[in-house]
């Protein structure tokens, strides 16, 4: 039902841009004010959130540890799993944000029928997500033949990296099939595993249908109803000069793939796709366990009623002299 | 216990029909799975919030009549305070990582025990109050509206939240389970909505100095007969100092480990290990307690109880402080003490005076756990070690969900076991170390009207236990934690009945081999010995 409920969204903005496309009016529409719109609320839109965020204080140092801390020299230390100093925290945030670690470790918890609980490795997570994000950078990076003139030599590299299966021609690009397939088994995943269907919320569903909107739309463009280039690229150039000019002969497809983009930017940082940047923020993380060598500052640390020894001593006075416990004041 | 083991174990993992977003809860279909609120008596001690007679299985739950604006303005409030709280309402994509990680969740197969689910009880208040989309959209935004419904189901589910933090340690933005808890935790608070269970040992904690409310002359009286029971086994007799100015050396312990079994062994096992040594050292009647429920209830209530342990240690003008095995204990000693209470520029960097190793791992909070000391003394070869005489015990190691998550205390309780007896053997990777199982009773939990709940989340502990103790014959599970040794002895009796519970240092006890002691016969226990029986 969640999922419908994205899929129909989905579904009513494709149309309504394919529609829209139809109208030599709305071209100006799709292809300069939405693009131009969209990356504003981005921009602003994440920065406000970021510093929303950043805001408020972390109070406490709490680090969730998954290893060794570093006490007695001859014990062995984990400084990736329980970092000291900040070059450790740095190595564990890169693990965590290119590697995705924690995600490394999952399990797939199972009560057998002798009634036994075994927790067998699951990596297939961990694999669909990575393989989802590091496509989805790489066909970002690549983007940037259409933004940049000339061309830098880096996005050439990794475009013939990319393209190493030489199928087609146009060359086949890895990604482009690697973030399909990952896209889908994320969604697989939402819909035919009970707890995750359970727990998923519309809003979850439908950034996977927009972002498969976007490759489907991406791929179908290179593949099949191909575009003219040059136009693309005269319009992405015209766009980031600030110079925005609409050529003739850009087909509607484009208009569509262009419009879900500026959607997904826009609907960003109203998500939870804001994990983007709270992944660095997240204290459990991204501070040491130095705790009992560095203190940390809480900045709102208010006084508290407390009991003192005096009131205690003075409460329990005649029971300390009765057992011969030491006083203050006798 | 009503249901048997083989009851419990019919456990269904497919998620229900109903939608989760529907918040009711059957309180009196489910007894045995909830905690008795608080008597008005202990929330008046400490001044909290509308102390008042109530049951959960009332419709009225006498709630201050603007409660949901209290509700929303202390939402709003820790939102200010704590960037955690934010960062973890926005950043959770539902991936399911954590989803059968939680020991509830394994035991009980409740959707709202997966963590995920736990924090989505809040995130989506969060989300429909603070929320530009979940204003605007509602329940498509995963927003719900704040119902006295929603109230019950938090009282339900976040006290039934040990925050032992093991989904954490999944979670891809390390969004923790625990931090959510304190959270909702803190919002309860502010309507008197909480378990006896917590609030109970805090009042009693901050009156008499422990969560026990055992008071000075007792406590002199229960350590006395210790010391008794002690010269029996061995033939030495120790008078511990209690509150002495000017010793070196502040010793705190959780307060079970001078109160019941089988902490009182781990407690003799401390005793015999500083006459060992000659340690000047003075135990405190006013901070008598390691532990801190304060961290149960709120941030509030753990600054006032562990202001005790700086202001005995100046008091008494010792030079720092040796802290007991206890596990919540510990998270508060090594995360929350020195910024709460420090700086304590009063103590000096934490020596070892047998051993002359400066523990600079605790150079600002001044506090150090006894297993890393213990682990230094026999690295350096300063203990008199007889491990046969722990032979009867066939140990695995449960690492306790704090002294773990919270500090990384992996190694050091496991050097000083394989240096104290003979046989330990660890139970599956996936249960020890980082991913430790919680024994069911943490954060204030341990409690007996919760037992259901109890065992259904010790379960995966229990389980593991019972799956070394069929390959290895393993017949004691030793931890470094005051409630796993409160609550683990009944999980055990539960599921499996042929194992028992220790702490580490009834084992090192055990092994110490003492300057002018009789033959001993039995263990710290009073049993016989291996070879030993009459």
């Known amino acids: 039902m969640r999922a419908f409920q994205a899929l129909v969204i989905v579904a009513v903005l494709s149309g309504a841009a394919t529609l829209a496309a139809g109208v030599t009016a709305m071209r100006p529409v799709l292809g300069i004010?939405?693009?131009?719109?969209?990356?504003?609320?981005?921009?602003?839109?994440?920065?406000?959130?970021?510093?929303?965020?950043?805001?408020?204080?972390?109070?406490?140092?709490?680090?969730?540890?998954?290893?060794?801390?570093?006490?007695?020299?001859?014990?062995?230390?984990?400084?990736?799993?329980?970092p000291f100093t900040g070059w450790q925290v740095v190595g564990r945030m890169a693990l965590e944000i290119l590697l995705?670690?924690?995600?490394?470790?999952?399990?797939?918890?199972?009560?057998?029928?002798?009634?036994?609980?075994?927790?067998?490795?699951?990596?297939?997570?961990?694999?669909?997500?990575?393989?989802?994000?590091?496509?989805?950078?790489?066909?970002?990076?690549?983007?940037?033949?259409?933004?940049?003139?000339?061309?830098?030599?880096?996005?050439?590299?990794?475009?013939s990296v990319d393209g190493f299966f030489q199928l087609a021609?146009?060359?086949?690009?890895?990604?482009?099939?690697?973030?399909?397939?990952?896209?889908?088994?994320?969604?697989?995943?939402?819909?035919?595993?009970?707890?995750?269907?359970?727990?998923?919320?519309?809003?979850?569903?439908?950034?996977?249908?927009?972002?498969?909107?976007?490759?489907?739309?991406?791929?179908?463009?290179?593949?099949?109803?191909?575009?003219?280039l040059v136009s693309v690229k005269e319009l992405a150039l015209g766009l980031v000069t600030l110079r925005p000019v609409l050529p003739?002969?850009?087909?509607?497809?484009?208009?569509?793939?262009?419009f879900l983009v500026s959607v997904l930017f826009a609907y960003f940082p109203f998500s939870k796709l804001v994990h983007m940047g709270g992944v660095f923020l997240s204290p459990t993380r991204n501070m040491a366990n130095d705790n009992r060598a560095r203190r940390h500052v809480n900045p709102w640390n208010h006084p508290v009623p407390v009991h003192t020894y005096e009131e205690w001593e003075e409460e329990f006075h005649d029971k300390l002299v009765a057992c011969g416990l030491p006083l203050d004041k006798e | 216990m009503k249901k048997t083991p083989q009851e419990l174990l019919q456990i269904e993992y497919r998620p229900p029909r109903r939608e989760w977003m529907d918040p009711h809860v059957d309180f009196e279909a489910r007894r045995g799975t909830w905690s008795y609120p608080a008597a008005p008596k202990n929330l008046e001690y400490l001044g909290l919030p509308n102390p008042r007679e109530w049951s959960p299985t009332d419709e009225d739950w006498k709630l201050p009549d603007d409660w949901k604006e209290i509700v929303h303005k202390g939402f709003l409030d820790l939102l200010d305070r704590f960037r955690s709280l934010k960062v973890f309402m926005d950043c959770c994509v539902r991936c399911g990582a954590c989803s059968d990680k939680c020991h509830f969740f394994i035991g009980s197969g409740d959707p709202k025990n997966m963590p995920v689910l736990r924090a989505e009880l809040l995130r989506s208040v969060y989300r429909k109050d603070f929320t530009t989309a979940g204003k605007i959209l509602g329940s498509v935004a995963g927003g719900r509206e704040l119902t006295l419904e929603v109230i019950k189901e938090w009282y339900y589910y976040f006290y039934q939240c040990t925050e032992c933090r093991r989904c954490s340690v999944f979670c891809p933005y390390g969004i923790d389970t625990a931090e959510i808890t304190m959270m909702a935790?803190?919002?309860?608070?502010?309507?008197?909505?909480?378990?006896?269970?917590?609030?109970?040992?805090?009042?009693?904690?901050?009156?008499?100095?422990?969560?026990?409310?055992?008071?000075?002359?007792?406590?002199?009286d229960n350590i006395e007969f210790l010391c008794e029971e002690l010269e029996d086994v061995t033939g030495i007799h120790i008078e511990p100092p209690i509150n002495k100015k000017g010793a070196e050396i502040l010793f705190i312990v959780p307060s079970a480990d001078y109160f019941a079994d089988p902490g009182i062994y781990t407690f003799m096992g401390y005793l015999l290990l500083f006459e060992h040594l000659g340690l000047d050292y003075t135990l405190s009647a006013y901070a008598s307690e390691g532990g801190n429920f304060g961290l149960f209830l709120s941030h509030d209530t753990i600054k006032r109880l562990n202001y005790k342990m700086y202001a005995e240690a100046k008091r008494l003008g010792v030079k720092w402080i040796l802290g007991g095995e206890c596990g919540h204990m510990w998270r508060v000693v090594?995360?929350?003490?020195?910024?709460?209470?420090?700086?304590?520029?009063?103590?000096?960097?934490?020596?070892?005076?047998?051993?002359?190793?400066?523990?600079?791992?605790?150079?600002?909070?001044?506090?150090?756990?006894?297993?890393e000391f213990t682990a230094d003394l026999i690295h350096h070869?300063?203990?008199?070690?007889?491990?046969?005489?722990?032979?009867?015990?066939?140990?695995?190691?449960?690492?306790?969900?704090?002294?773990?998550?919270?500090?990384?205390?992996?190694?050091?309780?496991?050097y000083i076991l394989r240096h104290v007896l003979n046989e330990l053997y660890e139970m599956p990777e996936n249960t020890i170390r980082e991913q430790t199982f919680c024994c069911g009773g943490g954060a204030g939990l341990g409690n007996d009207e919760n037992m259901e709940m109890r065992m259904r989340g010790g379960l995966p502990r229990a389980n593991a236990v019972r799956h070394v103790h069929e390959k290895h014959g393993v017949n004691i599970l030793s931890c470094i934690c005051a409630i796993d040794r409160a609550v683990l002895p009944t999980l055990m009796e539960y599921w499996v009945p042929e194992v028992r519970v220790a702490g580490v240092h009834e084992m090192v006890g055990n092994a110490l081999v003492m300057e002018g002691e009789k033959e001993r016969t039995t263990n710290l226990r009073g049993e016989p010995l291996p070879g030993k029986e009459a």
């Open chain 1, 248 to 258: 003739e002969g850009v087909g509607a497809i484009f208009f569509v793939h262009l």
């Open chain 1, 169 to 228: 021609v146009p060359t086949f690009l890895l990604t482009d099939a690697v973030i399909v397939a990952a896209l889908l088994y994320l969604l697989a995943r939402r819909l035919f595993n009970a707890r995750v269907r359970y727990v998923s919320l519309a809003a979850d569903y439908l950034a996977l249908f927009l972002l498969l909107g976007i490759a489907g739309t991406g791929i179908a463009m290179r593949y099949f109803w191909k575009v003219d």
């Open chain 2, 381 to 414: 070869g300063k203990l008199k070690l007889d491990p046969s005489r722990n032979d009867g015990w066939k140990v695995t190691f449960h690492d306790s969900c704090n002294p773990a998550r919270g500090m990384g205390l992996l190694e050091e309780p496991r």
């Open chain 1, 100 to 159: 995705f670690r924690s995600l490394f470790r999952n399990t797939r918890t199972e009560l057998t029928p002798r009634k036994n609980l075994a927790y067998q490795p699951d990596k297939l997570l961990w694999a669909g997500a990575l393989a989802f994000h590091w496509s989805f950078l790489v066909i970002i990076l690549r983007h940037l033949r259409l933004f940049l003139e000339p061309v830098p030599r880096m996005v050439g590299i990794l475009e």
């Open chain 2, 334 to 371: 090594h995360q929350y003490m020195d910024t709460l209470n420090g700086p304590a520029g009063f103590l000096e960097v934490p020596r070892s005076p047998i051993t002359g190793t400066v523990f600079d791992n605790a150079a600002s909070t001044k506090m150090v756990h006894i297993c």
């Open chain 2, 185 to 220: 935790r803190e919002l309860l608070n502010l309507l008197g909505v909480n378990i006896n269970w917590v609030v109970e040992p805090v009042a009693n904690c901050h009156r008499t100095g422990n969560h026990l409310g055992i008071q000075p002359h007792t406590f002199k």
């Open chain 1, 33 to 82: 004010v939405l693009p131009y719109l969209a990356l504003a609320v981005f921009l602003a839109g994440m920065v406000a959130r970021v510093v929303w965020w950043a805001r408020s204080p972390v109070p406490f140092k709490i680090t969730t540890v998954c290893g060794q801390q570093r006490s007695l020299p001859f014990l062995r230390r984990q400084p990736l799993e329980s």
